[in-house]
């Protein structure tokens, strides 16, 4: 009688913590989990290999010109012809994208330290006509 006595009273003390909605009973909750930042670009395969694509399917473009990896060489008009990838004034690094600030003071996400554009020659996601307007600027690719 006492055996069971001690076996009864051990279930009762083991089953306490899992009908206490799994917190343990009188344990703190569990730390928050660290915000998750999400990359500002992802990687697609075409038939001409990987490239980098917004997170809308548009080709993302590199102008040869930025060698830096502090700023953007295409500022004023030039940006009426390549689209800077826009980040918040918050933005963090995520991987191999990092911001950098561009002359007017907002933020773009650089790939690797090479700022990323788009074009407005390409109306659909997976258009890649920006590459043939100049010989200095390239479709973005993983390896790059």
């Known amino acids: 009688m006492f055996r069971f ?10 089953t306490g913590h899992a009908l206490a909605n799994g917190h343990g009973g009188g ?3 569990p730390p928050p989990k660290p ?6 670009a992802k990687v697609v395969l075409t038939k ?25 060489n295409c500022n004023g008009k030039c940006t009426e012809s390549w689209v ?20 007017d003071g907002s933020k773009m996400w650089a790939y690797r330290y090479r700022p990323l554009y788009t074009s407005p020659a390409d109306k659909a996601p997976g258009d890649a006509n920006g590459n043939a307007t100049t ?3 390239r479709v ?3 390896e790059n």
């Open 35 to 40: 915000e998750a930042t999400t990359a500002p």
């Open 27 to 29: 344990d703190a909750p």
């Open 5 to 14: 006595l001690v076996v009864a009273a051990a279930i009762t003390l083991s």
């Open 140 to 142: 973005a690719r993983p």
């Open 84 to 103: 800077p990838l826009a980040a918040t004034a918050d933005a963090k690094a995520v991987g191999d994208f990092t911001v950098i600030s561009r002359n």
């Open 135 to 137: 010989l200095q600027w």
């Open 48 to 72: 001409q290999g990987p490239k980098l694509v917004d997170l809308k399917g548009m080709t993302l473009y590199y102008y040869e010109r930025d060698t830096t990896g502090k700023t953007s």
